[in-house]
């Protein structure tokens, strides 16, 4: 069964400083992996995915995350936090080789930035 | 080019009626899929329409129903209203079915709340 697991509820940052948003996945293929944002009330939008090319992703807004397959692992990062940041993030498995193909959505990590 | 389009934006509904939700794709996408959000139950799949049939299904019960149109617009439909059915649904279109490559466009969604 493919599930994935945002390892903090909630991180609290000051702006300029590194952000680090934690995410575990458990998968039985190959899966392809995607953080969204969503800040409040609108709907989410894609910042990354990970589709088994190079480990190491860049996404919008100078956030970029590092597929490592041995620790199971698809963590968000960004070297300095803006204001604009402050929104709610998810990391997002997707199983192709999956008859189902549904996308397995996390429980989300809310990040507060502040000044 | 416009984005996903839901209509109402807000809703209230009183418990055992029935409520119908719109969403306009983007232009070209033939994927619609439908997410309800709560706090806690987080973003759950409840169904993706790709050229008008239906290809996937979350784990709702049948009061929960779908279609979607030759246009890709699609609706979903509630029926009998319960108060635990208050939450963001969301929808997202994408060019692919099945997740393809999980870049999904997701709209601001539609807010229900059930008295």
């Known amino acids: 069964a493919q599930s994935v697991t945002q390892l903090d509820s909630h991180v609290s940052v000051s702006e300029g400083t590194p952000v680090l948003l934690r995410c575990n996945y458990s998968?039985?293929?190959?899966?392809?992996l995607f953080w969204y944002v969503q800040h409040p009330n609108k709907g989410l939008q894609l910042l990354l995915k990970?589709?088994?090319?190079?480990?190491l992703v860049k996404g919008i807004n100078g956030f970029e995350a590092e597929f490592k397959k041995s620790e199971t692992s698809f963590h968000l990062t960004k070297p300095s936090a803006h204001m604009s940041d402050a929104a709610e993030y998810f990391c997002?498995?997707?199983?192709?080789?999956?008859?189902?193909?549904?996308?397995?959505f996390g429980q989300g990590t809310t990040l507060q930035v502040k000044p | 080019k416009a984005g996903v389009t839901q209509t109402p934006r807000y809703l209230i509904k009183t418990r055992g009626q029935q409520v119908t939700l719109s969403c306009s794709p983007i232009?070209?996408?033939?994927?619609v899929s439908w997410y309800q959000q709560t706090p806690g139950q987080g973003l759950q799949f409840l169904f993706e329409?790709?050229?008008?049939?239906?290809?996937n299904k979350g784990n709702f019960p049948g009061r929960f129903s779908g279609r979607q149109f030759s246009n890709s617009r699609s609706e979903m439909n509630v029926s009998t209203l319960e108060l635990g059915d208050s939450a963001l649904y969301l929808c997202?279109?994408?060019?692919?079915?099945?997740?393809?490559?999980?870049?999904?466009?997701f709209g601001e969604g539609s807010r229900l709340t059930v008295l």
């Open positions: 997002v498995v997707s199983v192709l080789n999956d008859n189902t193909g549904k996308l397995i």
């Open positions: 997202a279109s994408s060019l692919f079915s099945r997740g393809g490559t999980g870049e999904l466009f």
């Open positions: 329409y790709f050229s008008e049939t239906q290809r």
């Open positions: 990970y589709t088994s090319a190079a480990t």
């Open positions: 232009s070209g996408h033939r994927s």
């Open positions: 998968s039985s293929y190959s899966p392809s």
